[in-house]
């Protein structure tokens, strides 16, 4: 049995600069729309999962990313450091400064669609229960009607253990 939540309260606008071919492209936003699915069998009640658990779960991934710039820790081929109250975040020809506190640093390489997916996926599993009988959960990321990534994973009845961490260097860039 599959069940599917998403849109309304799991849409969120961020702004982000991927990057291509060694550049990143022009700083822009996006209104993101999250959907997840959790599939597995049904419990005595009848229910794969109660649809508030996983709403909550949503919920608390995408809020810290609401209204904020999303950025890479390891921008490939380019580097993140933080002076003061500013994060910066070089690559090719372009560097961005931007307040520490409109910036989400995000622990990938890039901040393309596909790499915001998978990393809200690892964040949403380890907000999943381990009692629960899921057995694998997607979770798709829309930036638009007609653009979306999604997330897979195979969910084992052990604990999900999945570690993501931001960081960058702290101090000027060497």
């Not at 710039?69 to 081929?77: E, I, W």
């Not at 009692?131 to 604990?159: F, G, Q, W």
Request: net charge negative.
């Amino acid at each position: 049995m599959m069940i599917e939540i998403g849109g309304g309260p799991f849409v969120f606008s961020a702004a982000h600069a991927g990057l291509h071919e060694g550049e990143f492209e022009p700083l822009h936003g996006h209104t993101f729309s999250v959907t997840a699915r959790l599939i597995g069998g049904l419990d005595e009640a009848g229910m794969v999962v109660d649809f508030h658990l996983v709403k909550d779960a949503l919920a608390a991934v995408i809020a810290p990313l609401r209204r904020r710039t999303l950025m890479p820790t390891r921008p490939l081929g380019g580097s993140c450091w933080r002076e003061d109250d500013q994060i910066f975040i070089e690559c090719g020809l372009k560097r961005y400064s931007l307040p520490v506190q409109d910036v989400v640093l995000l622990p990938v390489v890039n901040t393309t669609t596909e790499a915001i997916a998978a990393y809200l996926l690892q964040q949403f599993l380890t907000r999943i229960d381990d009692d629960l009988r899921i057995e694998r959960v997607e979770l798709t990321l829309s930036e638009a009607p007609d653009t979306a990534a999604t997330a897979a994973a195979d969910v084992p009845s052990a604990e999900h253990s999945v570690a993501a961490t931001s960081s960058c260097e702290t101090g000027p860039r060497r």
